[in-house]
């Protein structure tokens, strides 16, 4: 069974950055593509940014240029570094992962995934 456990939510102003992970409890993380997830209060969750196991990373218009999304194989670990945080970023982050390749089609959709943790609360005053 693939456990997720996300870390690295807090308080920042407008302009400042964080650091998500996301630690992968189960079977080889390089059998797995994985991506984060976000959802704000009244809204649906929607896709940030996604990464295969070769590393190829995906990333939502809205945080291009922003974000970034790796991945340590070696320690299990999800990263997701965000810069330039806007008050619209405000929500709570979820990491998620699926066995096997990142599909080309639609992959920051949340049907593609599995396994969900719990989330990280981020918030973002201005």
């Known amino acids: 069974q693939v456990q997720l456990v996300e870390s690295g939510g807090g308080s920042v102003r407008a302009g400042g950055s964080l650091r998500l992970s996301c630690a992968f409890f189960?079977?080889?993380?390089?059998?797995?593509?994985m991506g984060w997830f976000r959802q704000a209060p009244g809204k649906e969750r929607e896709g940030v940014a996604a990464i295969d196991s070769d590393g190829t990373p995906k990333y939502a218009d809205s945080v291009k240029g922003r974000f970034t999304i790796s991945r340590d194989n070696t320690k299990y670990t999800l990263y997701l570094q965000m810069n330039s945080l806007k008050p619209e970023d405000t929500a709570m982050y979820f990491c998620a992962a699926a066995y096997g390749s990142m599909p080309t089609n639609q992959p920051l959709d949340v049907r593609q995934y599995s396994y969900w943790g719990q989330g990280t609360q981020v918030t973002v005053s201005s």
């Open positions: 189960g079977y080889s993380t390089s059998t797995y593509f």
